[in-house]
């Protein structure tokens, strides 16, 4: 499925549409669309990205716990969906997913070491979020794909809404 992405920034649109793909590859379990995805949001602006998919994952958490987050939420979270990812995608890397899990909620502390590649992250990123749109699930299990791809579209403008307002009152 090819959607149109005419309505958001220009910078945005290859960002949304390469992690439209990428979740749409991690539904599939397609390891193969999944890295061609990858390339795509690998090669794009790291900072852009990480705040546009950031954003999206933070807001499926607060819509996900809407009760709050706590610790055992997210190790709940990061064992599901590494458990998830796992039979199809035996290097799925916890530690990325954690990185990426406390950028999103604004607590990652830097301790020095380096960051993961983009690549890394462009791969991790569709994991948490394909995961946190619709939990742990098999092929063919997940909603219609419709659905899916629908939400996913809906998450990543909404965030890209909430970036604009927050840039405006900043």
Known sequence: MTRNWRHLPAAARPIAAATDAAVAAVRDRDGPALAEAVADLAVLDPAQVG???GTAVRLL??????DGLDGDDIRAVLEGCVRDAAPWLPDVDPHVLLILLAGALG?????GDPPPKPEALARHAPLLLAYLLYGAS???SVPVEGLVDERMAGY????????ERTQLND
């Open 51 to 53: 705040l546009i998919l």
């Open 107 to 111: 607590v990652h502390d830097d301790s």
């Open 61 to 66: 958490l607060e819509d996900t716990h809407t």
């Open 138 to 140: 098999s092929p063919g």
């Open 156 to 163: 990543l403008t909404k965030a890209l809404h909430e970036i």
